[in-house]
């Protein structure tokens, strides 16, 4: 959620019990890392386009493009209307243009061949690295 001055962490209470997950331990980052598995496979199921599954990687990526927009419209929309509040309606749309964002991450992974468990770990691996060298902050992907 995002206040006025910035990111309000969520309620990762509440989040859990959305998903279904209320009462049930958190796991480690390697049972998540399963649960992006099945969510690439069970998103897939769900793509109907032209080329679907073979290496089309063209139309997922204008969704991801697309869907990150419709995003950033909703939050543009809260600092219009609202004040930079992001209110529990508008909290609901977002959390659905989110999804859409996942959905097309992947599509996209999956055309390129690439599960969304290594992306994950690859990401979290690299942003620790980053963080432990002391260079979160500054320019380069290779940093
Ligand atoms: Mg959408």
Not at 5 to 31: D, E, I, K, Q, Y
Request: charged share 25%; aromatic share 6%.
């Amino acid at each position: 959620m995002l206040g006025k001055f910035g990111p309000v962490l969520p309620n990762l209470g509440n989040m859990r019990s959305a998903c279904g997950l209320a009462g049930v331990p958190p796991r480690g980052t390697v049972a998540r890392m399963l649960a992006f598995s099945e969510y690439q496979q069970r998103a897939f199921g769900t793509a109907v386009y032209p080329g679907r599954g073979e290496g089309n990687f063209t139309y997922p990526a204008l969704g991801l493009a697309g869907e990150t927009g419709e995003v950033c419209e909703k939050l543009k929309k809260a600092v219009r209307d609202d004040g930079g509040i992001v209110t529990p309606d508008r909290k609901a749309l977002l959390a659905k243009e989110l999804g859409d964002v996942l959905w097309y991450v992947a599509a996209l992974s999956t055309e390129l061949g690439l599960s969304m468990e290594e992306v994950a770990a690859g990401n979290l691996a690299k942003l620790a690295s980053r963080k432990e060298r002391g260079v979160i902050h500054g320019n380069g992907d290779e940093r």
